[in-house]
């Protein structure tokens, strides 16, 4: 399987602090980049566990004793680990998003640039795809997604043009997604929109805001105290959960203080926020909206 390069290796690595005997998971195996990065680094008795729920990820599977790949959602990230006879680790890496093998696999239908049909699944296994979204979702249901994950203003009119569409005939395709979509598609951010309005179908197809919350929970877990969690995100939705959790260990809202108004927090920032240099997004596109953040629980 063709991977691309992994964004912001050397800087997400470093920022795991490997020690050479350590405990490490790769929560988004993909092509392997960022693990064989890992293990590269680890002596012979360090261990490094790689998930990835998509199938097409287990043909990039490394030939090394100290590496297992666990095939399923990084959600499950404690209970396989516990499966596994681990109950702490020294360092998580994730690595959010879409890999760009999906992107550039066309029947995935993860990408603005193929028409393929309405899928989006990260892992085959799943019911839910982007034709049920599409089709069957009510209004009220597509309205929600395209404002929360999408960030679109116009989510109520984007909901009614489809649902209307489809009372015609059922939306098969992503060509046909676009005709529907036309009048909202100005040449000049036709890209741009397309790309806010698949994300908030992959992300609903996907459970992505719930995945990464319970990743992190987990995460908080599973950490060693003195244990670092390195993530990339790319759009902002993920980053601020990202932000927020490691600044204060909620996804919202404020922790309770003391009469002194002191409360605990669970991780210190390793790093302020990392974003790729202009050589790195010159070389890797999809680098281009990367955000690294770094922290060590307490």
Same mark, same amino acid.
């Given at each position: 399987?063709?991977?691309?390069?992994?964004?912001?290796?050397?800087?997400?690595?470093?920022?795991?602090?490997?020690?050479?005997?350590?405990?490490?998971?790769?929560?988004?195996?993909?092509?392997?980049?960022?693990?064989?990065?890992?293990?590269?680094?680890?002596?012979?008795? =360090?261990?490094?566990?790689?998930?990835?729920?998509?199938?097409?990820?287990?043909?990039?599977?490394?030939?090394?004793?100290?590496?297992?790949?666990?095939?399923?959602?990084?959600?499950?990230?404690?209970?396989?680990?516990?499966?596994?006879?681990?109950?702490?680790?020294?360092?998580?890496?994730?690595?959010? =998003?879409?890999?760009?093998?999906?992107?550039?696999?066309?029947?995935?239908?993860?990408?603005?640039?193929?028409?393929?049909?309405?899928?989006?699944?990260?892992?085959?296994?799943?019911?839910?795809?982007?034709?049920?979204?599409?089709?069957?979702?009510?209004?009220?249901?597509?309205?929600?997604?395209?404002?929360?994950?999408?960030?679109?203003?116009?989510?109520?009119?984007?909901?009614?043009?489809?649902?209307?569409?489809?009372?015609?005939?059922?939306?098969?395709?992503?060509?046909?997604?676009?005709?529907?979509?036309?009048?909202?598609?100005?040449?000049?951010?036709?890209?741009?929109?397309?790309?806010?309005?698949?994300?908030?179908?992959?992300?609903?197809?996907?459970?992505? #805001?719930?995945?990464?919350?319970? $990743?992190?929970?987990?995460?908080?877990?599973?950490?060693?105290?003195?244990?670092?969690?390195?993530? #990339?995100?790319?759009?902002?939705?993920?980053?601020?959960?990202?932000?927020?959790?490691?600044?204060?260990?909620?996804?919202?809202?404020?922790?309770?203080?003391?009469?002194?108004?002191? $409360?605990?927090?669970? $991780?210190?920032?390793?790093?302020?926020?990392?974003?790729?240099?202009?050589?790195?997004?010159?070389?890797?596109?999809?680098?281009?909206?990367?955000?690294?953040?770094?922290?060590?629980?307490?």
């Amino acid at each position: 399987m063709e991977y691309h390069n992994p964004v912001l290796l050397k800087e997400t690595v470093d920022g795991l602090n490997i020690k050479p005997g350590g405990v490490y998971v790769d929560v988004t195996f993909g092509g392997g980049g960022h693990s064989r990065e890992i293990i590269s680094r680890l002596g012979p008795g =360090g261990r490094l566990f790689g998930f990835d729920q998509d199938e097409d990820a287990q043909a990039n599977v490394i030939d090394d004793e100290r590496f297992v790949l666990i095939p399923e959602n990084f959600r499950f990230i404690k209970r396989f680990l516990r499966f596994h006879g681990v109950r702490e680790v020294d360092g998580i890496l994730a690595d959010l =998003g879409v890999s760009s093998h999906q992107f550039d696999v066309a029947e995935r239908g993860f990408s603005t640039r193929f028409d393929a049909g309405l899928d989006m699944r990260m892992s085959r296994k799943n019911e839910l795809n982007a034709y049920v979204v599409v089709n069957e979702y009510e209004e009220q249901q597509l309205k929600k997604m395209f404002f929360e994950y999408g960030e679109l203003k116009n989510a109520g009119a984007l909901a009614n043009t489809i649902v209307n569409a489809r009372k015609e005939k059922p939306i098969k395709n992503t060509e046909q997604l676009k005709q529907v979509l036309a009048k909202f598609l100005p040449a000049h951010k036709s890209n741009k929109i397309l790309a806010q309005i698949y994300q908030a179908i992959r992300i609903e197809v996907n459970e992505e #805001i719930d995945v990464l919350k319970e $990743f992190l929970q987990q995460s908080l877990e599973v950490l060693k105290p003195g244990g670092r969690l390195s993530v #990339i995100s790319y759009h902002s939705l993920e980053d601020r959960l990202v932000k927020r959790f490691m600044r204060n260990g909620m996804f919202e809202g404020e922790p309770d203080r003391d009469v002194y108004g002191r $409360f605990e927090v669970p $991780f210190r920032s390793i790093e302020k926020l990392i974003v790729p240099t202009e050589e790195e997004i010159a070389v890797n596109n999809r680098a281009r909206s990367a955000k690294l953040r770094v922290a060590e629980k307490i």
